[in-house]
């Protein structure tokens, strides 16, 4: 018997080993979150920013809404309505006090997350209770209370929805001043890692590391990065802007940070002497910035809404020019794998105001077993496939500083049955092939 099962064994279609794992493509999409100002005026106030929000793709936004009144709580319940897009909540003062906050929570399924005071070493100082923060002693008393009490208003609430909603710690605008914010009560630990105009993995390990050290096993949203537009120190140009964007949300992802939100949705004006005014995807006008068509495109060709699988592996090696290209490895639940790849270097000078003119390094993909069909994508660029290619062993492909994607459909082996002939010998049944397609679509009502 057992020498019949290693025959059955050794049959099977060929398991790919020492093979790199992929990550679900709609988790990937589901990490991406942005600020938003809603109970500011224009451009937040323009209904058409609405539709803009729904056309990018993102699922998640941040926004402080209004702790003292309803205005912003409108939209974002609209928001979630129409569009299923959720809300992070995050805390300006201490004007709510934390029951009352428990109660906002419930008055607002849109609210999956509230997050403590935003950055309490920037603003303020706050008090709360007889309490105030000191700067200058790294006192930060009042924020601490304010924070402990919300976690005991959420989690010990008698209301199921008030408990399910995810309780964010306080980010402090320099992550080196984390380390005086335990012990505190929090779900999540919230960071702040701004890469100025420089590539996203500038600074990011170093902020990592600090906000990791409060943070325990719990995991990490960074729900403020991203870069501004202006000519000023820090700037960069909106090329440089939209070839870093998908860079950044795909750097934050690799290192395990569960949801970054970058800074913000459009710019709150047309002022290019204020940096605060030029943080947007969008222009004030609502036209887009190429960071916004990015990372538009790149949703649409990754997301896969309500899909629920394990990801399989794929066995592949990169040579050629490799260094400094970064991957990131995705599937969807239909077996398609999608490799995103991109040149980490700078694309923008600080001391010239330029852009880098860099050229595209030539890197080859090797499957270990010939691929149904390859397509290219620049999603900077289109959504209109580079190249298609069919049965490869191996694909060339120019990595530009920007990213590309390629997407990788598997050969599906050819089925084969064993059987037994009256006289005891083994003789195999083929069976047609299959599409993968349609052999391995999981079952599920897609929304967005």
Do not use: C
Not at 126 to 137: F, K, V
Not at 314 to 327: A, F, I, P, Q, R
Not at 358 to 364: A, H, L, M
């Amino acid at each position: 018997m057992r020498s019949i099962e290693y025959a059955l064994e050794s049959l099977e279609p060929r398991v790919l080993r020492a093979a790199e794992t992929a990550k679900s493509a709609d988790a990937f999409v589901d990490s991406f979150g942005v600020n938003t100002h809603f109970r500011n005026g224009d451009p937040y106030a323009n209904p058409a920013i609405l539709s803009d929000l729904n056309d990018l793709g993102f699922r998640h936004i941040r926004d402080n809404a209004d702790q003292t009144s309803v205005s912003g709580f409108t939209t974002i319940d609209a928001l979630n309505t129409t569009y299923g897009i959720k809300t992070d909540f995050v805390l300006g003062d201490t004007f709510s006090t934390p029951s009352q906050l428990a109660t906002i929570l419930h008055d607002h399924p849109a609210i999956e997350a509230i997050e403590g005071l935003n950055e309490p070493d920037a603003f303020g100082p706050r008090s709360y209770n007889g309490l105030t923060d000191n700067w200058s002693t790294n006192d930060y008393s009042a924020t601490k209370a304010y924070q402990n009490d919300i976690y005991s208003a959420v989690k010990n609430s008698s209301d199921p929805r008030v408990q399910n909603v995810a309780v964010l710690s306080p980010a402090m605008a320099n992550t080196a001043n984390e380390q005086y914010l335990p012990p505190i009560g929090f779900d999540v630990a919230a960071m702040h890692s701004y890469p100025s105009n420089h590539s996203p993995t500038f600074g990011l390990d170093t902020n990592l590391s600090r906000t990791s050290a409060i943070a325990g096993a719990a995991p990490i949203m960074a729900t403020e990065t991203g870069y501004f537009t202006a000519s000023l120190a820090g700037g960069l140009t909106e090329k440089a802007q939209g070839k870093l964007m998908p860079r950044l949300f795909a750097e934050y992802f690799n290192r395990g940070i569960a949801r970054t939100y970058t800074y913000e949705l459009a710019d709150e004006g047309t002022n290019s002497s204020d940096r605060e005014q030029d943080f947007g995807l969008l222009h004030y006008d609502l036209t887009p910035k190429p960071a916004y068509t990015a990372m538009k495109n790149l949703v649409t060709l990754i997301k896969e809404p309500g899909a629920n699988f394990t990801p399989g592996s794929l066995d592949y090696t990169l040579s050629g020019s490799t260094d400094k290209v970064d991957h990131l490895l995705l599937e969807k639940s239909d077996g398609t794998f999608y490799l995103l790849l991109w040149h980490e270097i700078a694309v923008y000078s600080p001391n010239s105001g330029q852009d880098i003119p860099n050229d595209d390094v030539s890197v080859t993909v090797n499957f270990a077993s010939a691929m149904d069909q390859v397509r290219l994508y620049r999603p900077n660029d289109s959504l209109n496939a580079l190249a298609t290619l069919t049965h490869q062993t191996s694909v060339n492909v120019s990595v530009p500083d920007y990213m590309e994607v390629v997407e990788i459909t598997p050969t599906v082996p050819e089925p084969v049955a064993i059987g037994l002939s009256a006289g005891g010998a083994m003789f195999l049944l083929r069976r047609p092939k299959r599409s993968r397609s349609k052999a391995f679509l999981p079952k599920f009502q897609p929304t967005r």
